[in-house]
């Protein structure tokens, strides 16, 4: 069959596929040290969206120590997550229910305190989206299957090792403006992480 003639919107959602699959194999091949992986789950809604997923973050790759006894690292983070659009389904309407997202980021994260035991942090970070519909419930447009996402978040390290986490975070997902309408995603978000 030509490429004229499938429809616009079912080329976009076949090319938007190829591209989260190209995406979570290179996810899926990143070749990292085993004590330098941290496996986090968690879940988050907002914009009536419901948000579940799973972030792989590296050991830091740059560190700052200050004087007074905290620090400040960047860790590179990865992410696959399913959104599930609350909203009831119109029938003969053009509206997904859910969207699988893959994202890449580099996170800013500050310890205030230095000890071995229990390290809260503030983090911030800004990376790239790649997303499998651009629609999902009645309203929520984004403009393009790539998007940007920036992320706001507090936790706290703790366990043997500090190799337990927890974290309350605040995502943005949107395009910056560069292209309309842009009817970005906020999310609140809770996790769980285990340092290997």
Known sequence: MEKH????????????????????????????????????????????????????RTDPLKTWTFQNGGSAVVLGEAEIAYWHGKEAQVPNTNTNRSITEIGFKPVLRYYPLASDAFRPYLEAGLG???????RINQERQLPTAFEFGEILGLGVQFCPRLACSVAVRLQHVSNAGIKQPNNGITFSQASFGYRF
């Not at 790239?128 to 651009?134: I, K």
């Open 5 to 56: 003639c499938i429809p616009a919107a079912k080329r976009e959602a076949t090319l938007c596929k190829n591209l989260l699959w190209a995406g979570a194999l290179a996810l899926a091949t990143v070749s990292l040290p085993a004590s330098a992986v941290e496996g986090v789950i968690f879940a988050g809604n907002g914009n009536a969206v419901d948000a579940l997923g799973i972030n792989v």
């Open 128 to 134: 790239m989206h790649l997303l499998s519909h651009t």
